[in-house]
């Protein structure tokens, strides 16, 4: 199955680095972070299956051996979605039928300043953290006999993670392009395993988040860059509830995005919940609302390579 004709392409980090001078962020632990995740994890991405394959009674028994095990390495949130076409990147092509979504949260104790040295680096962690995941899962599919490929959590994947999550039930899509959970709120990170081991999928869900970030406009009112938009875009298509989806000026939000700590303030200034989902449990004192460095914003980019789709806010 190849992506289809409207899927966007893999994002080209190269091409946009480059269109703003290079990579700009030098944080040791970050950079020792990523060097650890290409040496000690991407050689793990296969493995042999074994020839003797574990047959379940039915596929939610299946499934639910999948789930147990994923929670079991750390995952905090997993769900099941059968592939699409229009989950598969431009030009990519894949022959598995289901994916096996793992979200694992990042601490919020981490996000009480932000841009920063701290958050960014929690990033890294946890992108580290759940590749660790994903790798493990996918061993422990092809243990039961299955055969399946990694989808790391850092980036070139084959499929777009957050279309299968959301699918997945994981939440639903925020006014900033980022899924909101409706206990992990948006502060976790996204990886998969993508196999034909028959399995149940899940559901998306309705949890009223879309029609909260109609309402709220905390992540637009602190976007640094002004990226984020007031209206959805009809041009975007549907998400899994068939609203119009909201997109960022990615234009705009790349260029700060790679000068200042990898931003992210938009993930910790969202207030759904009434941010139950931020409150720290292990003793650790925080606060409910970040302290924010908001800089001016560099010049936009449109880089001259082939892109998703994004609308230019107010430009």
């Known amino acids: 199955m190849i992506g289809s004709s409207t899927s966007p392409p893999a994002f080209n980090w190269d091409t946009w680095y480059a269109s703003i001078g290079g990579r700009q962020i030098d944080i040791a632990e970050a ?3 990523l060097k650890q995740i290409k040496e000690l994890q991407y050689p793990r991405f296969t493995g042999e299956v074994n020839p003797d394959q574990k047959e379940f009674e039915n596929v939610s028994q299946a499934s639910q051996a999948i789930k147990e095990k994923a929670k079991e390495l750390g995952a905090t949130e997993v769900g099941i979605a059968e592939i699409e076409a229009s989950d598969i990147y431009k ?3 894949i022959d598995e039928k289901y994916a096996i979504v793992v979200g694992q949260k990042m601490l919020w104790r981490k996000f009480q300043e932000v841009p920063s040295h701290e958050s960014a680096v929690e990033c890294l962690r946890v992108y580290f953290s759940l590749g660790e995941v994903v790798i493990k899962l996918a061993q422990y599919v092809r243990d039961l006999g299955y055969t399946c490929k990694v989808e790391h959590p850092i980036g070139d994947s084959d ?10 039930g994981f939440g639903e899509l925020g006014r900033h392009g980022s899924i909101i959970h409706p206990t992990m709120g948006p502060l976790f990170r996204l990886g998969s395993v993508i196999t034909c081991m028959p399995l149940k999928t899940d559901q998306p869900i309705d949890a ?18 002004k990226a984020i938009p007031d209206d959805r875009s009809p041009e975007a298509g549907k998400d899994h509830l068939g609203n119009d989806r909201y997109m960022v000026d990615t234009g705009k939000c790349f260029p700060y995005f790679a000068k200042h700590n990898y931003c992210s303030i938009c993930l910790p200034v969202c207030v759904y919940q009434h941010k139950e989902w931020a409150k720290d449990y292990e003793g650790f004192k925080t606060k409910l609302f970040p302290e924010i460095n908001m800089e001016d914003p560099p010049k936009p980019v449109d880089p001259e390579a082939a ?9």
């Open 159 to 168: 499929v777009l993670h957050i279309p299968l999550a959301l699918k997945a």
């Open 91 to 93: 030009g990519r092509q």
């Open 307 to 315: 892109k998703h789709w994004y609308p230019k806010v107010k430009r």
């Open 208 to 225: 009223g988040i879309a029609k909260f970030c109609d309402i709220c406009r905390a992540c637009r009112i602190y976007c640094p860059a």
């Open 31 to 33: 950079d020792e972070i």
